[in-house]
């Protein structure tokens, strides 16, 4: 390989083989080299050989590759969940149920009255008196006999007497207590007399955990 000739060589043929105007631009060409390399000499960076990608180009590239990395963990982990247990089938027993009233003969008030007022203004607040037992981790199976005593006032059939037969189950004072206090506040289709009317209500309370249910399922 030939050397590069040295400048006073490039005179020389100036002025002996080498026309003017290609001599002249072989020069011209050397002080272009050498003014690089002093720029470059007194530049921190060095002095780029080829096209080099743009910073914003390279940073996109790299979000691109995290949010793919993301996504595929993601969706690993997803894969990898553990998957619940079927939920136990749910009873259709309600939570808290009445059996028919038990009335004295000609008692003056109709067993359909008494099951309507029942329904309206009793069994609504037996259910949330429920729940707060259930709620204590208490085991809320059982029956309860209310006994009420139905007398004419007003126009209407207050109650004189509330209280629980001694068979009743579910002793827990503060259930009994929300019951009663509910009780007290009946109000029936006025007696045909003026004596107060016996009313027996058998309530029948089912845990709903002890069937395999939801306590929030069946008896809201």
């Not at 259930?134 to 009420?148: A, F, N, P, R």
């Not at 509330?162 to 259930?175: I, Q, T, V």
């Not at 206090?181 to 009317?197: H, N, Q, T």
Request: aromatic fraction near 4%; proline fraction near 10%.
């Amino acid at each position: 390989m030939a050397e590069r000739p040295t400048m006073s060589e490039l005179q020389s043929w100036r002025v002996a083989e080498l026309s003017d105007d290609f001599a002249d631009r072989v020069l011209a060409r050397m002080d272009e080299v050498r003014t690089l390399a002093d720029d470059a000499s007194q530049s921190d960076d060095p002095v780029p050989l080829g096209p080099t990608p743009s910073r914003s180009r390279t940073r996109r590239v790299g979000i691109v590759g995290i949010a793919c990395a993301a996504g595929s963990a993601l969706l690993v982990l997803w894969l990898l969940r553990p998957v619940p247990p079927p939920r136990a089938p749910v009873s259709t027993r309600a939570a808290v149920s009445v059996a028919e009233p038990r009335l004295p003969p000609a008692a003056g008030l109709t067993p359909e009255a008494i099951a309507r007022t029942l329904d309206e203004q009793l069994l609504p607040r037996a259910r949330l008196c429920h729940d707060a037992l259930v709620d204590t981790g208490i085991i809320g199976s059982g029956q309860l006999i209310l006994e009420l005593d139905v007398t004419r006032r007003g126009g209407r059939g207050v109650v004189t007497r509330a209280e629980f037969d001694r068979a009743s189950e579910l002793d827990e004072p503060a259930f009994r207590t929300c019951l009663l206090d509910r009780a007290w506040a009946l109000r029936f289709e006025p007696p045909d007399g003026d004596a107060p009317v016996e009313v027996v209500v058998p309530l029948e309370f089912h845990d709903p955990w002890a069937y395999g249910g939801d306590p929030d399922d069946g008896h809201r």
